[in-house]
């Protein structure tokens, strides 16, 4: 009876459709604060990691400024120790984190055939759980002890050794807001974990067993479990030196029987694994990307997923490799030289692999393609360099020198940023309905190519005539000062290739032409729906029977299913 | 193309796991990463104080207390198999009793933390051992505190008549939670009142 008496009620009366009206703006604010779509999630994931690549480059620049000639002083001592550690810390957790997470989280459920992630609310808790620490971090500016000049940003290095991080040597607040924007994002990583983790193993759409998943969800199922053992660490490491911090605990405090060596091991067994979170990523882009581009499926799809699964178990091993100079004694290093070797032989057989799908491809050397190549090339020599400072003799010879610091640039932005890159542009047509210009796209390319290797390549050599990281200034003369110049006219050339890249996507989202559905003649799922795709995905949950349910489609006298379980 | 493209052959049914368990499985993975950094601090610092009081002159084992735990995760199995068999008086019942155990427990610990703290004189930053004690089984207290409030939750929507036998599923999932608690007081135990003295 009440139902019926409320429904009368509605008919009669001409529901007020233009009293609530608010203004537009406000309306698409609210509703982007306010989504639980994770393709949503995921773009706001990846705006809040450019906005931070921004921040964070731009301290980087300013490094490099102040390293351009000997006895320069275009910064303070304490301003360049602040400066490294934002850059560091903020690159890490507020820009390459984040941005894998979006790429993720836009594309797992389409790629996956569901139309949402399995928890969309916890989703939206671990954004903006993420986006707090962010905020976090740089409200020290603001709150850690004043303004500008007093004390502020936290200045004690991305890994934060003890004891710089006790009450004695870091007082005031800078190092409470590192560690707590730290400790809060980690919650929101390991949401996101959970998230992802129960997305691939539970909202699969029919058909897709686990080995007939996209290689990108296998490499991201694996980073969510690395996620999950690495974060935890480090969540626990940060609670431990808050209760030293705040309530007067000892575990780091030497003078009271602590130990500051066990905080490089607690930190490193986050950190190593963190590498690995960052770039199994980036081989899920290039494991997507390369095939396409090669007009040929995936090259020994069960040897990279095997390779996947055992550089996930062998990074939980190889952390103490940051710690050879420490002085582990004998068995230690040689325990962890070895599996650094081990590692290295998984990673190997993917490089093989990828170059064995593009041998005998028809190869398109599209904007994408260019930055695979690229990475695939660089990821070579970070990998080279790695396995040198992986011997315990040579990293004591280079350990904490611009050697080490080259190294793992190349890692990130060699490895890492070039996938991400290529993932940009691949995906770009997806996300906005729009095609890039390829033109920009190529001088982007070209630009931050020879950006990144006058930097990075060059780096190495300062670092092997023994110029030390995280020194705020130099000597003359110690044949260091070319070198030095090189590098920091590299940094100015890799920022303008980013200004192409914001000019390219900025004209290209209004002016560009429509991309339509699958602009790269690709084979999974996500481009079996419109560009940009509507909020619940997919009108009726696909099924699929091999692991390129679009060429099944498009070629139904030769779909692969008729192949894959010979196979 | 179709809106619908990819409708090749037949369906199978799907056979994955609920979420709501690989979710809760993925959380209990993270937090047995936090508490094994804890336990590897305490069992690396034992006997490294320089200054007392030492674990062997103030810590005495709680067995009533860790007993009754123990119980607790027997009580919540049995919860849960009524609430499988739809019986929800019996649910409520052991869940009851599940909830005044784990109450039991930490009153024992409020108890050997007031003891400690204004007897002995033993507090967070007394010493060594003071910081890696109260972390460790204030950590594991927290997380049954955690516990206690989703289980006294599920009590109230019981109460409320909220609870039928369909929600089996979430508490079966809050169960694996609670057990989890109860499997790391076994290593909490083992290490601070066993190795640890």
Redesign the interface.
């Known amino acids: 009876m009440e139902g019926e008496d409320r429904s009368m009620a509605m008919n009669s009366m001409p529901w007020p459709t233009t009293a609530v009206e608010r203004p537009v703006f406000v309306d698409r604010l609210h509703d982007w604060i306010t989504t639980v779509d994770h393709k949503q999630i995921g773009l706001l994931y990846i705006a809040y990691a450019l906005m931070f690549l921004i921040i964070a480059g731009s301290e980087a620049i300013i490094i490099r400024l102040q390293l351009i000639r000997p006895h320069n002083s275009f910064v303070s001592p304490q301003v360049f120790n602040r400066l490294f550690t934002m850059h560091g810390t903020t690159m890490i957790f507020f820009v390459v984190m984040p941005m894998l997470f979006g790429f993720g989280n836009y594309l797992i459920p389409l790629m996956v055939g569901a139309r949402d992630m399995?928890?969309p609310r916890?989703n939206a808790f671990s954004f903006w759980v993420t986006a707090f620490g962010g905020l976090l971090l740089y409200f020290s500016l603001l709150g850690g002890n004043g303004l500008y000049g007093a004390g502020n940003a936290p200045d004690v290095g991305w890994f934060a050794y003890a004891p710089l991080t006790s009450q004695t040597f870091s007082s005031g607040h800078s190092t409470d807001f590192w560690t707590l924007s730290i400790l809060i994002s980690g919650f929101g990583s390991?949401g996101t974990?959970?998230?992802i983790?129960?997305?691939i193993?539970?909202?699969?759409c029919?058909?897709m067993s686990l080995a007939k998943m996209p290689l990108f969800a296998w490499l991201y199922l694996v980073t969510?479990g690395l996620v999950?053992?690495?974060?935890?660490?480090l969540?626990?490491?940060q609670?431990?030196l808050l209760?030293?911090r705040y309530?007067?605990?000892?575990?780091f405090?030497t003078q009271?029987?602590?130990?500051a060596v066990?905080w490089m091991h607690?930190f490193w067994?986050f950190g190593h694994p963190e590498v690995y979170i960052l770039v199994l990523p980036a081989f899920a882009f290039a494991s997507e990307i390369i095939p396409v581009f090669s007009r040929k499926p995936i090259f020994g799809y069960s040897v990279m997923v095997a390779a996947t699964v055992a550089i996930g178990f062998i990074s939980m091993s190889v952390w103490a490799h940051h710690m050879f100079t420490v002085g582990m004694g004998p068995g230690a290093n040689t325990f962890f030289v070895l599996s650094t070797m081990a590692i290295a032989v998984p990673t190997g057989i993917k490089i093989f692999n990828w170059l064995a799908t593009m041998w005998g491809g028809q190869i398109e050397f599209r904007t994408p393609m260019l930055f695979s190549i690229g990475f695939l090339f660089q990821f070579l020599i970070a990998g080279l360099t790695g396995i040198m400072l992986g011997c315990a003799p040579f990293n004591w010879q280079l350990g904490n020198s611009y050697f080490v610091v080259a190294h793992f640039h190349y890692v990130i932005v060699g490895g890492i940023l070039f996938t991400t890159f290529a993932a940009t542009y691949y995906w770009y047509p997806k996300i906005t309905g729009r095609m890039y210009n390829e033109t920009l796209g190529r001088l982007h390319f070209w630009l931050f190519v020879i950006g990144f290797h006058l930097t990075f390549d060059f780096m190495h050599i300062p670092g092997l005539l023994g110029m030390p990281r995280r020194i705020y200034t130099y000597e003359p003369g110690r044949g260091w000062d070319h070198w030095n110049v090189i590098v920091s006219v590299g940094a100015f050339v890799q920022a303008a290739a980013i200004v192409v890249l914001l000019i390219n996507f900025l004209w290209s989202y209004w002016r560009g032409r429509c991309s339509g559905?699958?602009p790269w003649d690709a084979w999974t799922?996500e481009w079996?729906v419109p560009s940009p795709p509507p909020s619940y995905n997919?009108?009726?949950i696909?099924?699929?029977?091999s692991r390129r349910?679009?060429w099944?489609?498009k070629h139904p006298d030769n779909?692969d299913?008729e192949y894959e379980g010979s196979r | 193309m179709s809106a619908t493209p990819i409708r090749l052959g037949e369906s199978p049914g799907s056979q994955f796991p609920t979420r709501g368990r690989v979710g809760m499985l993925s959380l209990i993975a993270a937090e047995s990463g936090v508490f094994t950094i804890f336990v590897v601090a305490y069992i690396f610092y034992i006997g490294k104080s320089p200054a007392g009081p030492t674990p062997q002159e103030v810590l005495k084992a709680p067995i009533f207390y860790s007993i009754c735990l123990l119980l607790s995760s027997a009580t919540m199995h049995a919860a849960g198999r009524a609430i499988r068999e739809g019986k929800i008086p019996v649910f409520s019942r052991w869940l009851s009793i599940t909830i005044a155990l784990g109450t039991i427990f930490l009153f024992g610990t409020a108890k050997e933390w007031f003891r400690l703290i204004y007897r002995e004189g033993l507090t967070i930053s007394t010493n060594l051992f003071g910081t890696t004690y109260f972390s460790l089984v204030g950590l594991h207290a927290f997380h049954v505190i955690v516990g206690l409030f989703c289980l006294t939750l599920v009590l109230l929507f019981v109460a409320f008549g909220q609870v039928e036998q369909k929600h089996e599923y979430q508490i079966e999932n809050l169960s694996l939670y609670w057990h989890f608690v109860d499997a790391v007081w076994v290593v909490v135990f083992t290490v601070v009142y066993v190795l640890g003295r």
């Open positions: 399995a928890f916890l390991i974990a959970i998230n983790l129960a997305t193993l539970c909202m699969r029919p058909g969510a999950i053992l690495a974060i935890s660490p969540t626990a490491a609670i431990m209760v030293d309530l007067g605990g000892h575990f405090d009271a029987g602590g130990s066990i607690f067994i559905w699958d799922l079996s997919f009108s009726s696909p099924a699929v029977r349910p679009l099944d489609l779909p299913w």
